[in-house]
């Protein structure tokens, strides 16, 4: 089974390196690497040339695109049966590969791989799922002695995404007809664009999941993650409002979404809160609470109204009332 892996980077000369020596030491050896270089000025291009690997391909973008349109022009190129993304600040083991095309193989009602990781910002290191609480009531669910495969239906994927997020580009494998049969990122969305491509999926595919962290996601200052918080937050918001409205009576999503949406709310109230946007804030919780009942979100709104060093403990207590981290 061929890979096509997809890197797109801007401006990483300086630690690209390590992404490409982390892609060419797997294992699995049936693979391309296709490097989108969205328009970068920093001697990228150099960097790439100088691994000087029959494995890699090179497509610049002469004008900086945005991430969407980086991974759909790699998506393009590629020939692979199987899509997969590696960012180029992020790092894979070299067992990655191997171990995701393995369950493609094994299960084929399965038809996106994928496994935990390692996120490192700054000196704190944590799992992708920490904190989370959909994705582990599923593998409870699924639990099964002496194996880390996990195999979920479409539908448990759905209401688990409409929820919360365990799946990263760098972590996930995708066989090509499934691209090719729904599309691929949606290039108007400059953040967060791997959420909707995966719920797109999760509406008609099943997927795989070994829970091993076998990929290292570093969140950098300059990273499309730090750089387009409030804009992935509210892009989010708004494209799980728009699927709560399309559920008509299916209870479990309903929750889900509202879950969601509360939280959501409640990180964007956050946000604009501590860059001075207090009256944005309180009006951000209060439509959080009057789409989801949460009542949370209404004690977050008079906890808005008090001086910023006054709420830290009050906001660490909420915390622990809806069951969540602020």
């Known amino acids: 089974m061929k890979v096509s892996i997809v890197m797109r980077t801007y401006n990483r000369a ?70 997969a993304h590696l960012d180029s600040d992020d790092l894979w083991k070299p067992e990655m590969l191997g171990r995701l095309v393995d369950v493609l193989d094994r299960y084929p009602q399965v038809d996106a791989a994928f496994c935990d990781v390692e996120v490192v910002r700054g000196n704190s290191v944590s799992s992708i799922v920490s904190g989370m609480r959909a994705f582990p009531s599923l593998l409870a669910s699924h639990a099964q002695p002496n194996s880390d495969v996990f195999v979920f239906s479409s539908r448990e994927m759905y209401v688990c995404l409409l929820e919360e997020v365990p799946i990263k580009p760098t972590a996930t494998l995708i066989r090509r007809n499934v691209l090719d049969a729904l599309g691929a990122y949606n290039e108007s969305w400059p953040s967060g664009e791997d959420w909707e491509l995966y719920l797109r999926i999760s509406k008609h595919y099943g997927f795989g999941y070994v829970n091993r962290k076998l990929a290292t996601m570093r969140v950098l200052g300059d990273s499309t993650l730090s750089k387009f918080q409030e804009e992935d937050k509210s892009s989010l918001l708004q494209m799980v409002v728009g699927e709560k409205k399309a559920l008509r009576g299916d209870r479990e999503a309903l929750q889900a979404a509202n879950r969601a949406i509360s939280r959501h709310h409640k990180e964007l109230g956050w946000i604009y809160l501590h860059s001075g946007r207090r009256m944005k804030s309180i009006s951000t919780y209060a439509r959080g609470f009057a789409e ?35």
């Open 292 to 326: 989801t009942g949460h009542v949370p979100l209404i004690m977050r709104t008079a906890l808005a109204l008090m001086p910023l060093s006054l709420n830290a403990g009050l906001k660490k207590m909420l915390s622990l009332g809806d069951g969540r981290h602020a």
């Open 14 to 83: 300086h630690i690209i390196g390590e992404a490409i020596e982390s892609a060419l030491r797997q294992t699995h050896g049936d693979f391309e690497l296709i490097v989108v270089d969205d328009g970068s000025s920093d001697g990228t291009a150099e960097v790439v040339e100088r691994v000087r690997s029959e494995r890699i391909r090179y497509i610049r973008h002469e004008q900086n695109r945005g991430v969407s349109a980086a991974g759909n022009t790699g998506i393009e190129a590629a020939t692979g049966d199987v899509i």
